[in-house]
């Protein structure tokens, strides 16, 4: 008899996106005539059309697969030179990374959770709280956890608690920590940490030999100039982070599907037996392995995001997802509820009306708005008493959205 990796079975119910498309399809199918009204503010997929300069690069790849002359077959797995290069020079220009440091994939979503495959058992690994799924329930199917208990937190993990009080910014810990998951722009927070606050975390990874897995998938929505984009902008994290960035949030490629790992020939982790393993080594010879390479079309947009007519397109979805963020911070405010994010990020903080927990609130505006959000209990137990909104979404639905929130939520 085949049998199957059990820690799976310790998993809570479903990954929290699919039971929010599972409670919308539920709520549509009995209520056919609202199904028409719903606006989805609550998974964090972009609505723009892509950027004219990836249009155009996306069809002159594709047109070179149509001739034998220019026609492509497997490409180099860690991705192709042009883009690489273009990635250092325009992301990580004086930073110290070069670009056989930077391996192109298929979405940070399915990095974040691959790199524990490089990692062996016994870490222990810190998470956030509130926190993005993916980074504990992979965790839970490596078998880097015990049982959940009531409130959903698993054993063996360090659970970080973010709240109002550090500005959903964690502290580091008196505990010692092997591998540690921070995401600047937070996600589901929207919160920021300061130059400060990294220079701490590196600090804390160099004195542990730990490793910083950072994700920064949403960095290009950082306004603040002296807010760092990148951990490697921090003086040791060469020696000591990992750093995942993605295509999907910056030029709109949730469909098209392209994002990157950055390993620094120097981060090295332990063989168990006295002696230092570079990570790069491992992780190469994991994605050649297991990884085909993303499509060349594909990274053809990628690359052209970096032109000086992409640049100025990315810069204009960005303004318009802060744009609306501004709309939904400024409507959230207008009836009284706490607010947070939003500012360096897409994403918006909100704190539930007295009375009502995070899935209570989900139903209502659900039910009475046509309104879909995201219940801050998907994200960790900390996140219970929160809800997010997502500003990827037009300008007409956003400001609907906002009359309605004003309308069910107002005094």
């Not at 698993?154 to 810990?173: D, H, I, K, R, S």
């Not at 990157?260 to 570079?278: F, L």
């Not at 009502?356 to 879909?372: C, E, I, R």
Request: negative net charge; hydrophobic residues 45%; glycine residues 10%.
């Amino acid at each position: 008899m085949a049998t199957i990796n059990s820690n799976f079975l310790k998993l809570k119910a479903g990954y929290l996106f699919p039971e929010i498309a599972r409670r919308v399809r539920a709520y549509s199918d009995a209520n056919p005539a609202a199904a028409a009204r719903i606006i989805r503010c609550g998974i964090g997929d972009v609505t723009e059309p892509l950027p004219a300069a990836a249009i155009a690069a996306l069809h002159a790849g594709v047109d070179e697969l149509a001739c034998r002359d220019t026609f492509k077959g497997y490409g180099p797995e860690q991705g192709y030179e042009f883009l690489r290069q273009a990635i250092v020079d325009h992301q990580f220009a004086g930073l110290g990374i070069a670009a056989d440091e930077v391996f192109i994939s298929d979405g940070s979503k399915c990095d974040t959770g691959n790199i524990l495959d490089i990692f062996g058992k016994g870490n222990v690994i810190a998470i956030t709280d509130p926190v993005y799924p993916v980074y504990v329930d992979t965790n839970v199917m490596a078998g880097n956890t015990g049982e959940a208990d009531a409130k959903g937190a698993y054993a063996g993990l360090l659970y970080l608690p973010c709240n109002a009080a550090n500005g959903f910014v964690a502290e580091v810990p008196g505990e010692h920590a092997d591998l540690i998951y921070l995401c600047f722009p937070n996600n589901p927070t929207g919160a920021v940490a300061t130059r400060a606050q990294l220079e701490a975390w590196v600090t804390y990874a160099r004195a542990n030999d730990a490793i910083i897995l950072f994700d920064a998938a949403y960095e290009a929505y950082i306004q603040d100039p002296a807010i760092p984009r990148s951990i490697f902008e921090i003086e040791g994290a060469l020696e000591c982070a990992i750093e995942f960035r993605s295509f999907s949030k910056n030029g709109g490629f949730t469909g098209v599907r392209c994002a990157y790992v950055v390993i620094p020939q120097a981060v090295t982790g332990s063989d168990g037996m006295g002696g230092r393993v570079p990570l790069h080594q491992l992780w190469s010879r994991r994605h050649c392995t297991k990884f085909n390479g993303a499509s060349y079309p594909v990274q053809k947009a990628a690359a052209a995001l970096f032109s000086p007519e992409g640049k100025a397109q990315v810069t204009a979805l960005i303004d318009h997802y802060m744009g609306n963020a501004k709309l939904l911070r400024e409507a959230c405010t207008a009836v009284g509820l706490p607010v947070f994010g939003g500012v360096n990020a897409p994403y918006v903080w909100v704190g539930c009306p007295a009375g009502l927990s995070s899935w209570d609130l989900f139903d209502k505006m659900l039910h009475d708005a046509q309104v879909v959000i995201t219940p801050g209990s998907g994200f960790g137990a900390a996140g219970e008493g929160y809800f997010r909104i997502s500003s990827f979404n037009s300008r007409a639905n956003v400001e609907e959205v906002c009359r309605r929130l004003q309308a069910l939520l107002g005094c």
